[in-house]
């Protein structure tokens, strides 16, 4: 089953290579993406992408394909910050993925203080200890692991893997979730969702804003790391030095857009646009 969508708002590279996914890797004519249980064989094909995948339900609502970018983008260059507006025109095919909630979890644990290549290979390895071997275009793949599978592989497993101090994070939050299920958390409004995410192990406020606006679809989220620092700083002229009260600074000031911003300034920061 296949997807065909205008490649002008919906470019591969731009949403995969943005920091907000750690399952892809280039295949074919573009990239094969997982999530959750499932495989997508993503790529550009004239003035069309492409999206070749086994459930294209999912992988419509995965890559937000009802939402209309063209108005984000002139939303995002109608504030005429410099930055802004580059990288809204230049990644304008950049789209918010709606992830797996629980895979966003834990996968955003693991991030924490690390690099994307090492999250990247940090994940695959617990995938293929812990996930279910599956086959699509000639490919094999694992199944990201269940909160059951996770909470029962043990601290060890996940030290092995090379999560290192955030062995037990893992092993922890995943026997919590096990426990409760995260359904709960669902139907919450930002600011509530946010606080009981910061009562999992392992999760700071950039953790939790990561899960709330990948997983969590909360597009008013603005997560800040070094790389939003130094866009704060630099192409904001801002002198506050506190994490929280920058985020709260950009929400302010981008409100329901925020997370869509977030990205267009980080992805344009780190590619020195």
């Not at 992988?59 to 063209?70: G, I, M, T």
């Not at 700071?204 to 969590?216: E, N, Q, R, S, T």
Request: glycine fraction near 8%; aromatic fraction near 14%; proline fraction near 3%.
């Amino acid at each position: 089953m296949r997807i065909d969508y205008d490649a002008e708002y919906f470019n591969p590279e731009h949403v995969l290579e943005c920091g907000q996914i750690f399952r892809f890797y280039p295949f074919g004519k573009g990239y094969m993406v997982l999530s959750a249980d499932k495989a997508c064989h993503v790529y550009v094909d004239g003035a069309k992408t492409v999206a070749e995948c086994d459930d294209p339900d999912y992988f419509y609502e995965f890559f937000d394909l009802a939402r209309d970018y063209s108005e984000i983008v002139k939303r995002a260059k109608s504030h005429n910050i410099p930055l802004l507006t580059r990288s809204a025109e230049a990644y304008k095919g950049l789209r918010l993925l709606n992830q797996n909630k629980e895979e966003m979890l834990y996968s955003f644990i693991i991030s924490q203080n690390n690099n994307i290549p090492r999250i990247k290979g940090i994940i695959s390895r617990i995938c293929e200890g812990l996930g279910e071997k599956r086959e699509f275009m000639g490919e094999t793949y694992f199944t990201f692991p269940t909160s059951e599978k996770l909470a029962g592989a043990g601290k060890e497993f996940f030290k092995a893997a090379g999560c290192g101090y955030r062995d037990s994070f893992l092993a922890e939050t995943s026997a919590r979730v096990l426990k409760e299920g995260i359904t709960h958390l669902e139907n919450l409004p930002a600011d509530e969702l946010k606080k009981q995410l910061l009562t999992y192990k392992g999760v700071g406020a950039k953790v939790a804003d990561c899960v709330a606006l990948f997983g969590f679809g909360k597009r008013g989220s603005f997560p800040v790391d070094t790389w939003i620092e130094q866009v704060y700083k630099e192409d904001f002229h801002g002198a506050l030095t506190d994490r929280a009260k920058i985020t709260e600074y950009f929400c302010q000031t981008f409100g329901e857009d925020s997370g869509y911003i977030q990205q267009y300034l980080f992805y344009g920061k780190r590619q020195n646009l």
